[in-house]
């Protein structure tokens, strides 16, 4: 099993800035994909960016060039540095571990962008 915990998030005006932060713990393996993905009430959840174990990121169209995805394999955490952040921005986000064809999920931490 392993166990994810977001952080990080909370209430920024728009042009503001946060990172949010997923730790992983327990049986952790070194080849792995991590994403963030957020959902807005009333939407479906959608991918936001990810990164592979070989560093590899991929990002939605409409973050790209405003989030940044990152990882400290030693930490066993995974960021997401979010920049000129915009109320749509504004979502539950949920961190994703896959390993071994297996999905975990975080319990999520809202960010809220208004004025």
């Known amino acids: 099993q392993v166990q994810l915990v977001e952080s990080g998030g909370g209430l920024v005006q728009p042009g503001g800035s946060l990172r949010l932060s997923c730790a992983a713990s327990?049986?952790?393996?070194?080849?792995?994909?991590m994403a963030w993905y957020r959902q807005a009430p009333g939407k479906q959840r959608e991918l936001v960016a990810s990164?592979?174990?070989?560093?590899?990121?991929n990002y939605a169209d409409s973050v790209k060039g405003r989030f940044t995805i990152s990882r400290d394999n030693a930490k066993k955490t995974v960021y997401l540095q979010m920049n000129s952040l915009k109320p749509e921005d504004t979502a539950v986000y949920y961190c994703?571990?896959?390993?071994?064809?297996?999905?975990?999920w975080g319990q999520g931490t809202q960010v809220t962008v208004s004025s």
């Open positions: 327990g049986s952790i393996r070194v080849s792995y994909v």
């Open positions: 994703k571990r896959v390993q071994l064809g297996n999905s975990y």
């Open positions: 990164i592979s174990s070989s560093g590899n990121t």
